[in-house]
């Protein structure tokens, strides 16, 4: 017995020991990581050489954990791009080949395959300094004491709660804009019509800048007569920039004539041959000329942004600095230029004024630096891109100009003609200040409302951020008393789809408009949101109803696009997307619920105003009328069909739910 004791001391003190020393070795090598880690985070500046230009920008190395952040800024413009590496997994590859005039450290085969972000540096000392030192804390890393402590580490979330500062919720990054709550910032509701009439009013009363951003910019009328307002202004010496997705505007466009496809080639063309240069466009490449690398997925992640941008170049607004934003592309159904009928939409958009303005501005001009650096096509733009300064160089730039110009297809078709006649005696209306289109469509008059805050948000999914979604899911779970979402596609997420159940579970009153298949581009986005409307329907669960309960049961309206009982059609569908919580706040912009949103680059604009919040609620209210409620039981046959073909098809779209 003596001696099993003794040796059971020895293997307790052996086992004693070991953990000891393991929980040395775990200490002493986290000291040592953290030690790299702080010596080589931090700032550095390096050039890239485009286009005959150098451009000077700043990179931030913040190391934790592992992990590399990597933040590039423009000097003057503010942050343009972030990126990420793990270095349990990748590791530091030299690149020895220069880059736009730069070295590039890269990080693991598939980033680099990808066209990832590198650390970037004037020389290559610089270059092998630093691979040196992340050489060496990826073997610190790698070890298997390192990847277990900071595997288990990472798997708790980041982001903690949410803050508010006031009733706005506070940004979490350099693409989450901060709450603005001074500054005199003011906000008008602009539906179809009254954004039309505002970018024309805006335009020609622009003193120095415009820059335009949007998924699609067609050549019919509605193109057509603000793009020719653009090149005069350009003419006249002002600063005009564009960001268009190269396929939005291109191949995935869907022009209502063929003569439009046409026209939209030219009017790009034309915008250029001004001396306009138009990102996601070139005089020979046009939808692959944004792609890096060999991330082809990316061409699911389009630029879905909808800017106009007055006047904001500077430190401090003027009184024509403003900001257009919202849902609406540049087409004529967005417009409603046709009037009541089956080729216009309903959309949403708002005006801002205020400080804010210029922090917009200087993330488009960053965006556009970015796709300056990343677009290819530069030789071949020189084709029909006028290099000549309209007020300096003169007469070069009118004979340029003329030369490069080309001339519209005009209509041939007979209802064609008909509907540009119709068009073009609506933007008269419109720009001269007419009440309504015809008696279906009215034009109110356009108010800016004082804002108590304000906070616009850009959405970067290719960077790993998406805080536009996060902005939504933050206001609905504040929400108290009403919430009013009007979203053209809507496939709720799981995070807001909780949401949406936790504040019903609260009494908050839900009111949802949405499209019905027949009023979808894409009809199975419709059948699988439709699939998750009985569930937050049904929160207290199926043996109870929200009505004998006593709460508010939350109502899903979809769009008809005329009046019950009546068979023309007013408005054929609808492309907004906001939200009113509480008939005080309230998010606008260019992000669906959906999850094809939820890779996009996207922005939106949250705001605290009462009189904004009413008008969008009234708008909301009128929308009803082209609308048809679901009942409990269409609710309950949307999430389980008795049709066996339409149970297999919502079966299959589900499988693809994430897709769509």
């Not at 041939?412 to 609506?426: I, L, Q, S, T, Y």
């Amino acid at each position: 017995m003596d001696s099993i004791k003794f040796i059971s001391l020895i293997l307790l003190f052996l086992f004693s020991t070991s953990i000891s020393f393991a929980k040395t070795s775990l200490k002493d090598l986290l000291n040592e990581i953290r030690l790299i880690s702080k010596q080589n985070s931090g700032y550095h500046y390096f050039d890239f050489d485009v286009q005959d230009e150098k451009i000077k920008l700043k990179q931030k190395i913040t190391i934790d954990s592992c992990q590399i952040e990597l933040n590039t800024f423009h000097p003057e413009y503010g942050h343009m791009f972030r990126d990420s590496f793990n270095l349990l997994r990748q590791t530091p590859f030299k690149k020895v080949r220069k880059v736009k005039g730069a070295y590039g450290l890269t990080f693991g085969l598939k980033p680099t395959l990808k066209g990832r972000t590198a650390i970037y540096y004037n020389t290559k000392d610089e270059l092998k300094k630093t691979h040196k030192e992340l050489s060496k804390l990826r073997k610190l890393c790698k070890t298997r004491l390192a990847r277990k402590y900071f595997n288990k580490k990472l798997k708790v979330s980041k982001l903690g709660p949410v803050i508010f500062d006031g009733n706005l919720p506070i940004g979490k990054s350099y693409t989450d804009g901060r709450v603005l709550k001074v500054g005199n910032h003011k906000m008008a509701v602009l539906d179809g019509p009254r954004s039309f009439i505002e970018r024309y009013r805006s335009v020609m009363n622009a003193k120095n800048s415009i820059y335009v951003q949007s998924l699609i910019l067609r050549g019919d009328e509605a193109g057509k007569f603000l793009t020719d307002l653009l090149i005069q202004k350009k003419a006249e010496g002002l600063d005009v920039k564009m960001i268009l997705d190269g396929l939005g505007s291109g191949a995935m466009d869907k022009p209502q004539t063929k003569t439009d496809r046409k026209n939209s080639a030219i009017m790009l063309n034309n915008l250029q041959a001004a001396g306009i240069k138009v990102y996601g466009y070139s005089c020979q490449f046009n939808t692959l000329n944004e792609l890096k690398g060999v991330d082809l997925p990316q061409i699911l992640s389009r630029n879905h942004e909808k800017l106009w941008i007055v006047d904001g170049d500077g430190n401090k607004p003027i009184p024509t600095s403003k900001v257009i934003m919202g849902g609406i592309n540049i087409a004529q159904e967005y417009f409603v230029l046709t009037g009541s009928s089956d080729r216009s939409w309903r959309d949403q958009d708002v005006g801002i004024k205020g400080p804010i303005v210029n922090r917009i501005a200087k993330d488009f001009l960053s965006t556009y630096i970015h796709k300056k650096i990343s677009f290819k096509t530069h030789s071949s733009d020189k084709k029909c891109l006028n290099p000549f300064h309209p007020l300096k160089e003169k007469e070069k730039y009118l004979e340029f100009k003329k030369k490069k110009t080309k001339k519209y297809v005009s209509f041939k078709n007979f209802g064609e003609k008909a509907d540009v006649k119709k068009m073009r005696k609506n933007i008269q209306k419109l720009i001269n200040g007419e009440s309504s289109l015809d008696d279906e469509i009215s034009v109110r008059p356009i108010v800016y409302y004082p804002l108590k805050g304000i906070r616009f948000i850009l959405a970067r999914p290719k960077e790993g951020e998406n805080y536009a979604y996060h902005a939504y899911v933050d206001l609905v779970k504040k929400a108290k008393k009403t919430i009013d979402i009007h979203q053209a596609l809507l496939v709720p997420p799981p995070e807001f789809k909780q949401a949406l159940i936790d504040a019903a579970k609260r009494g908050v009153k839900i009111r949802v408009i949405s499209r019905t298949p027949e009023t979808n581009e894409f009809a199975p986005i419709t059948i699988v949101g439709r699939r998750h409307y009985f569930d937050i329907y049904n929160f207290l669960g199926s043996d109870k109803n929200c009505n004998e309960q006593g709460y508010s049961c939350p109502e899903f309206w979809e769009w008809a696009g005329n009046k019950e009982g009546e068979k023309n059609i007013i408005l054929q569908t609808t492309h907004a997307k906001f939200m009113v919580v509480d008939n005080q706040l309230g998010i606008i912009g260019s992000h669906n619920m959906d999850y094809s949103s939820m890779n996009n680059a996207e922005t939106v604009v949250l705001f605290d105003g009462k009189r904004v919040a009413d008008e969008l609620t009234q708008l909301f209210n009128e929308d009803l009328k082209l609308t048809r409620k679901a009942s409990p039981e269409q609710l309950f046959q949307y999430a389980d069909p008795d049709n066996k073909k339409e149970k297999l098809l919502l079966k299959t779209f589900m499988i693809i739910e994430k897709f769509l």
